[in-house]
């Protein structure tokens, strides 16, 4: 699918060319903007201040950040890399390095509780982690799908090989306009570039990637799939196609009379909650870029510049994004009913860090819709996770993925789901270019 990109003048002039045009022509043939604008929602109440759950958290991660300004898993097992057997290793004794995906996790969870990198609370922290993260990253290869030469971690090992680079991405866009000294925000684009040019590269048709396995490699493509659509709303090279591949993805399986979704290629565990949570997140975070696609496509089928080819190509792009958002929409209103249920939000029976990136996506996603639904589900997370945090203010999970670090960092996130944005992304013509153009 290729939009036909239409210059930022035309949006602007579009009240004036539409309501006084050249020629007039009969109502039948007045071009018609789109009909299937989605349905305005209230603007959500400002986020409330941070409690004392949340302050702990916050504290014990800062605590824990080690001297390269990185996190590691927080203790927990590892993968045995050595060669001589498989299986895990785990004890005080074994290395546990800064890596990219728990450090980008963080970094993203201390954004999201309103810390800047130039001052205020933890504005140390952040600057350490965010010069960490560019540093580790410039460090990648050109060529394989991978941004570490970490290889052993639970995050790895559970939910996806590839997954540290679907963080990184999701990191570096959610950073855009962050860094005080412009060099580094170049160096952050062009990092963010890089990165999508791998994820890119390496996507297949189906809009998964092979090699990557997991557990519940699910969870990962979920990361995925927002940090494209991420990515794609920071004003990055991402193509639309790939953003197109990724809903493919994301809506195979799926009923589009009821919400239900079936297996799919990808790993989930044989855990509902993993495949449904992570197909919501990445389709919340498209539908947010579409409301913002659908404003340019529009301007488009009414500008007297436009040419044919341009109006009838606007006209099947939104005819995709209006069914990817009926997606969306019955997908949302089926996990919405699905939440209800114990044995659904109970996950694998326990609470583990596959379970709170699960309540995340949905959290982030009910967010966005509003209504009783959300304030039902947050109250629910909010006791949820505040009965498992520790004494120290820390999360582990009790269940594969149990590094205190990602634990406590996406238990954090879940308790700030009313933090997360939901305004659509600004229509930016140049963002349709494939990357590297």
């Given at each position: 699918?290729?939009?036909?990109?239409?210059?930022?003048?035309?949006?602007?002039?579009?009240?004036?060319?539409?309501?006084?045009?050249?020629?007039?022509?009969?109502?039948?043939?007045?071009?018609?903007?789109?009909?299937?604008?989605?349905?305005?929602?209230?603007?959500?109440?400002?986020?409330?201040?941070?409690?004392?759950?949340?302050?702990?958290?916050?504290?014990?991660?800062?605590?824990?950040?080690?001297?390269?300004?990185?996190?590691?898993?927080?203790g927990g097992w590892r993968t045995n890399t050595s060669g001589k057997q498989g299986g895990r290793v785990e004890g005080d004794?074994?290395?546990?390095?800064?890596?990219?995906?728990?450090?980008?996790?963080?970094?993203?969870?201390?954004?999201?509780?309103?810390?800047?990198?130039?001052?205020?609370?933890?504005?140390?922290?952040?600057?350490?982690?965010?010069?960490?993260?560019?540093?580790?990253?410039?460090?990648?290869?050109?060529?394989?799908?991978?941004?570490?030469?970490?290889?052993?971690?639970?995050?790895?090992?559970?939910?996806?090989?590839?997954?540290?680079?679907?963080?990184?991405?999701?990191?570096?866009?959610?950073?855009?306009?962050?860094?005080?000294?412009?060099?580094?925000?170049?160096?952050?684009?062009?990092?963010?570039?890089?990165?999508?040019?791998?994820?890119?590269?390496?996507?297949?048709?189906?809009?998964?990637?092979?090699?990557?396995?997991?557990?519940?490699?699910?969870?990962?493509?979920?990361?995925?799939?927002?940090?494209?659509?991420?990515?794609?709303?920071?004003?990055?090279?991402?193509?639309?196609?790939?953003?197109?591949?990724?809903?493919?993805?994301?809506?195979?399986?799926?009923?589009?009379?009821?919400?239900?979704?079936?297996?799919?290629?990808?790993?989930?565990?044989?855990?509902?909650?993993?495949?449904?949570?992570?197909?919501?997140?990445?389709?919340?975070?498209?539908?947010?870029?579409?409301?913002?696609?659908?404003?340019?496509?529009?301007?488009?089928?009414?500008?007297?510049?436009?040419?044919?080819?341009?109006?009838?190509?606007?006209?099947?792009?939104?005819?995709?994004?209006?069914?990817?958002?009926?997606?969306?929409?019955?997908?949302?209103?089926?996990?919405?009913?699905?939440?209800?249920?114990?044995?659904?939000?109970?996950?694998?029976?326990?609470?583990?860090?596959?379970?709170?990136?699960?309540?995340?996506n949905i959290g982030e996603a009910l967010h966005a819709k509003g209504g009783n639904d959300w304030i039902d589900w947050e109250?629910?997370?909010?006791?949820?996770?505040?009965?498992?945090?520790?004494?120290?203010?820390?999360?582990?999970?009790?269940?594969?993925?149990?590094?205190?670090?990602?634990?406590?960092?996406?238990?954090?996130?879940?308790?700030?789901?009313?933090?997360?944005?939901?305004?659509?992304?600004?229509?930016?013509?140049?963002?349709?270019?494939?990357?590297?153009?």
């Amino acid at each position: 699918m290729k939009i036909h990109s239409i210059l930022t003048s035309l949006v602007l002039g579009f009240a004036c060319a539409y309501a006084e045009p050249s020629i007039s022509p009969s109502a039948e043939e007045k071009p018609q903007a789109d009909e299937a604008a989605p349905q305005t929602i209230p603007a959500p109440s400002p986020p409330r201040p941070l409690g004392s759950v949340a302050n702990q958290g916050l504290a014990w991660l800062a605590k824990t950040q080690n001297a390269d300004g990185g996190w590691g898993q927080g203790g927990g097992w590892r993968t045995n890399t050595s060669g001589k057997q498989g299986g895990r290793v785990e004890g005080d004794n074994v290395a546990d390095p800064s890596d990219i995906g728990n450090t980008s996790i963080v970094l993203q969870c201390f954004l999201r509780s309103g810390a800047k990198l130039e001052n205020g609370d933890y504005s140390a922290v952040t600057a350490r982690a965010a010069d960490f993260l560019l540093r580790e990253i410039a460090k990648a290869d050109a060529d394989s799908l991978h941004v570490t030469s970490v290889r052993d971690t639970q995050l790895q090992s559970k939910i996806g090989l590839y997954v540290d680079t679907f963080l990184a991405a999701q990191i570096l866009s959610d950073l855009k306009g962050k860094f005080p000294d412009p060099a580094n925000e170049k160096k952050r684009a062009e990092l963010l570039d890089m990165v999508v040019a791998k994820i890119a590269k390496h996507q297949q048709d189906d809009g998964a990637f092979a090699g990557n396995q997991g557990w519940a490699a699910t969870l990962s493509q979920g990361l995925c799939s927002k940090a494209l659509n991420s990515a794609w709303a920071s004003g990055a090279k991402v193509d639309l196609a790939i953003l197109e591949k990724d809903h493919k993805q994301n809506a195979e399986g799926l009923d589009r009379d009821t919400g239900v979704v079936a297996k799919s290629a990808v790993a989930d565990a044989g855990v509902d909650i993993y495949r449904y949570a992570s197909k919501l997140g990445g389709m919340t975070r498209f539908r947010q870029n579409n409301d913002g696609r659908r404003t340019e496509l529009n301007a488009t089928l009414v500008s007297p510049e436009a040419t044919a080819e341009e109006k009838e190509a606007g006209k099947k792009e939104l005819a995709e994004i209006k069914q990817a958002d009926a997606d969306q929409a019955v997908l949302l209103e089926q996990v919405a009913g699905k939440v209800k249920e114990k044995a659904f939000v109970a996950g694998f029976g326990n609470n583990g860090g596959e379970e709170f990136i699960s309540f995340m996506n949905i959290g982030e996603a009910l967010h966005a819709k509003g209504g009783n639904d959300w304030i039902d589900w947050e109250k629910q997370m909010n006791a949820t996770v505040a009965k498992a945090q520790n004494e120290d203010g820390s999360w582990a999970g009790q269940h594969c993925i149990t590094g205190r670090t990602f634990c406590t960092a996406t238990a954090l996130m879940v308790i700030m789901s009313d933090r997360a944005p939901v305004e659509p992304a600004a229509p930016i013509a140049a963002k349709d270019q494939p990357a590297g153009k």
